[in-house]
């Protein structure tokens, strides 16, 4: 059989742009894993990981235009955006570059022995090592820092992992120009280019997580896919770690008294938000418990103005344009469901954001779970509740979310607050004051995770901790010191954090 070609796809025009690629076969992606499975031992050296992402991160710095501009043609996210996410992709090359160096993501703990101890205590040196070949899963929102160059592949080579990436088949030239740009970097830093591997392809997918030489996976995408390779992965003679990052609605509260101070704002904060990169945000606020009343039909009246000045967008790809069409109509027809701003086609190749508003009480009582799903495009859910119980009420339904946010006062005290942040709090992995979740930080106190199915574990892909997802334990016992990594060794000659 013919190997399918990968096309580079204008999404402005649905039209093909060039071949860039053909689908790896079962071959050759086996080829592929015993390649990065080679060449892990390599990775052993730290000053040549850090040399490594520095060099990574220079050569796309170096290849700005060329970079962005591949990348806008493949998903019309446009330059300006284009640009911010491969300066957040360069700067968290760089940030994990630091972690490698400074050394406390080993988590060296040693205990000395102590024969006095109740049961004495043999000498005891703990560190952490990489797994092995990690599978990471591009990402289709975000070309750059959550695909080939992005967080998974840079945390995993972080830690001393080989990757092999699958690429998106909504930016393949992209893909293929990041990925040339890392084995590059691979190879003047000393290290075998095979560090970082891209294949192509759907089937090419499945038989990279069901490979025996790879230990973990990394993925970013729909629930549907991601709980596919999840089921796959743990069903595995052998099973690994899948860290998926899958769906999120993003709830956000309001209570009465903040609508009262400033329903104008929040509403044109919201607008921004939630119709940010034509709403293909993994953190787009896509559910929002607003109050009943005058205060609340402000708020509301700003969001639908807001809203309607935003000009139609363009998707990343015309499958995802169908499924939004077709999400919002669903929603839309549902009975009690109001549409302030009408979402919809804005053209041959474009969609209208818009805002639906439902009664709260309907949510409470059982109905309209489609509402309580993530619609991935520009468009948000607004429920008008009556008491601080029936919004409780509502965030008891509501699945696992990356973020949730409240909106109270900003100088009066609130008696709502504080019940709604405890009733928020256990819904998501990033819990927000005043603020919108679009927009992750790169920061070493970042948690960009969440309970089911926001992602699959408890780990985040965000930030200096994400390396932890592709580290595990080993101790040493009683083990002479000239055996030792040189991490564990009396004296410390590497000076590594340890406790």
Not at 48 to 67: C, K, P, Q
Not at 219 to 236: E, P, Q, Y
Not at 415 to 420: F, R
Request: proline share 8%; hydrophobic share 45%.
């Amino acid at each position: 059989m013919a190997a399918e070609p990968v096309w580079s796809v204008d999404p402005r025009t649905g039209k093909p742009r060039e071949q860039v690629a053909v689908e790896a076969t079962a071959e050759e992606v086996d080829r592929a894993v015993r390649a990065a499975h080679a060449a892990r031992g390599a990775l052993a050296d730290r000053a040549a990981r850090t040399a490594l992402l520095r060099t990574a991160a220079d050569l796309l710095d170096g290849s700005r235009d060329h970079v962005v501009e591949a990348a806008d043609a493949e998903t019309a996210l446009g330059p300006v955006r284009l640009t911010g996410e491969l300066a957040r992709t360069t700067a968290q090359l760089r940030a994990f570059a630091d972690t490698v160096e400074e050394g406390s993501f080993l988590d060296v703990r040693i205990d000395l022995p102590d024969p006095g101890a109740v049961p004495p205590r043999p000498d005891l040196r703990r560190w952490k090592v990489p797994l092995g070949v990690v599978a990471v899963y591009a990402a289709s929102n975000f070309p750059l820092a959550f695909s080939v160059p992005g967080g998974d592949t840079a945390s995993a080579l972080a830690a001393g992992c080989p990757a092999v990436v699958k690429g998106h088949p909504d930016h393949p030239a992209t893909s293929e120009l990041c990925a040339s740009l890392l084995r590059r970097a691979a190879a003047e830093a000393g290290l075998p280019e095979d560090v970082l591997v891209l294949v192509h392809g759907f089937d090419a997918g499945v038989a990279l997580v069901r490979h025996p030489l790879v230990a973990a996976a990394g993925f970013t995408g729909s629930v549907r896919g991601g709980r596919a390779l999840f089921d796959a992965a743990a069903a595995r003679p052998v099973p690994i770690p899948f860290h998926g990052e899958l769906g999120s609605l993003n709830p956000v509260v309001i209570t009465p008294a903040a609508a009262e101070e400033r329903a104008a704002g929040i509403g044109a904060g919201l607008a921004a938000s939630m119709t940010l990169g034509a709403g293909q945000f993994c953190t787009k606020p896509g559910f929002v418990l607003a109050p009943a009343g005058a205060a609340g039909d402000r708020f509301l009246d700003a969001l639908a103005a807001g809203v309607s000045e935003t000009e139609p967008s363009v998707m990343l790809d015309h499958r995802m344009r169908d499924a939004f069409l077709a999400g919002v109509a669903e929603r839309a027809a549902l009975p009690g469901v109001d549409t302030p701003v009408t979402p919809g086609a804005g053209g041959a190749h474009t969609v209208s954001a818009g805002v639906l508003a439902v009664d709260a009480g309907r949510l409470a009582a059982g109905g309209h779970h489609l509402l309580l799903e993530e619609c991935f495009g520009p468009v948000t859910v607004v429920a008008r509740y009556t008491t601080r119980e029936e919004a409780a009420a509502v965030l008891d339904l509501l699945p696992g979310n990356l973020t949730a946010t409240l909106h109270t006062t900003e100088a009066a005290d609130d008696p709502d607050a504080a019940p709604l942040l405890a009733a928020l709090t256990p819904l998501a992995g990033r819990v927000l004051v005043n603020g919108w979740p679009t927009g992750v930080a790169v920061a070493a106190a970042q948690h960009h995770g969440g309970p089911y199915p926001a992602t699959t574990s408890t780990a985040t892909s965000v930030g200096a901790t994400a390396i932890e997802r592709w580290l595990r334990p080993v101790t040493y016992q009683s083990t002479p010191d000239r055996l030792l990594p040189p991490e564990l060794r009396d004296g410390n000659p590497l000076g590594v954090p340890r406790r």
